[in-house]
């Protein structure tokens, strides 16, 4: 996993890497110019958020309205109780829990708070999403921020993607290098994961930072975990498994668990059901 807060600092000390910076965030063009259509959209820090111990961004699925209640987004692993074991789902947990609710030069403009784990799990993916206590309609109303838009569709490999981070307040930019059959980390598996090309180079803190096509400026993965050391399925070492059980270890990169699935499990409201037709989210 790209480990929380204590790893993260311990990750810093020992590489020296940069804890501030907005990376190479793309130009907007401005309405109506020639080719605007055409142009990647601006990826900034507006709608991400930071965490205690982690990072995270303020989510839409396409279903959602204004007056529903904001859905925070980060990874399983940086659940609040603890990491969930293999095969643990967790769905309308109460939670009290605060996030720093940043703007495009990832300056805090709000501090914003849970009512609940909607649903958290570490099997086949590596995802919480908490339910706010204030709507989309109000944080917009109030902050000026829109939340980021999550995308229905698979991601594509080749394409250019940026890795934001709250925590850190940095952008990664780098490509979708491919799909990994099976991911294996321990003793945590999952499925379809999404690779980076190299120049992601992501550390510990960047877990749940949003993974954004650059074109769309959708969410398209959740960043969550790299081989750190070269060893084979441990901790903080996943492998790659292939359909035929073939393993390969990739030294130095990192990979994201793609969200395109979610918006299946949620109806009217932003409200969780599992049972929806098209739903692959992990049961309790």
């Known amino acids: 996993m790209r480990r929380p807060l204590v790893g993260a600092l311990a990750t810093l000390l020992l590489t020296g890497a940069t804890v501030a910076g907005a990376g190479t965030a793309t130009a907007a063009s401005p309405d109506g110019a020639a080719g605007a ?63 720093s609710l940043l703007n495009s030069s990832a300056g805090k403009v709000a501090t914003l708070r849970a009512t609940k784990v909607s649903y958290a799990t570490m099997t086949d993916t590596d995802v919480t999403l908490y339910e706010l206590n204030t709507t989309y309609a ?76 650059a074109n769309t400026g959708k969410v398209v993965a959740i960043n969550n975990t790299g081989n750190e050391s070269g060893e084979r399925c441990t901790m903080n070492n996943p492998c790659e498994e292939d359909e035929n059980g073939q393993v390969t270890v990739r030294q130095g990169i990192n990979y994201a668990q793609e969200t395109y699935g979610i918006a299946k499990c949620f109806t009217t409201g932003n409200k969780l059901d599992l049972g929806l037709p098209g739903c692959e989210l992990p049961k309790p």
């Open 138 to 213: 109000q944080i917009k109303q109030r902050y000026k921020i829109d939340a980021l838009s999550l995308s229905s569709d698979h991601p594509v490999a080749g394409t250019s993607i940026k890795v934001v981070s709250g925590f850190w307040k940095k952008i990664y930019s780098c490509n979708a290098d491919g799909f990994v059959y099976r991911l294996r980390e321990a003793d945590w598996t999952w499925k379809d994961s999404l690779r980076y090309t190299s120049s992601c180079n992501t550390i510990g803190g960047t877990s749940g930072s949003p993974v954004l096509d």
């Open 37 to 99: 259509k055409d142009r990647p959209k601006a990826v900034g820090f507006a709608g991400t958020v930071a965490l205690s111990n982690c990072s995270g961004s303020l989510v839409r699925l396409p279903g959602s309205s204004d007056n529903d209640p904001g859905l925070v987004m980060t990874n399983g692993h940086c659940l609040e109780t603890g990491m969930p074991g293999p095969g643990e789902v967790i769905t309308d947990r109460p939670s009290t829990r605060t996030f």
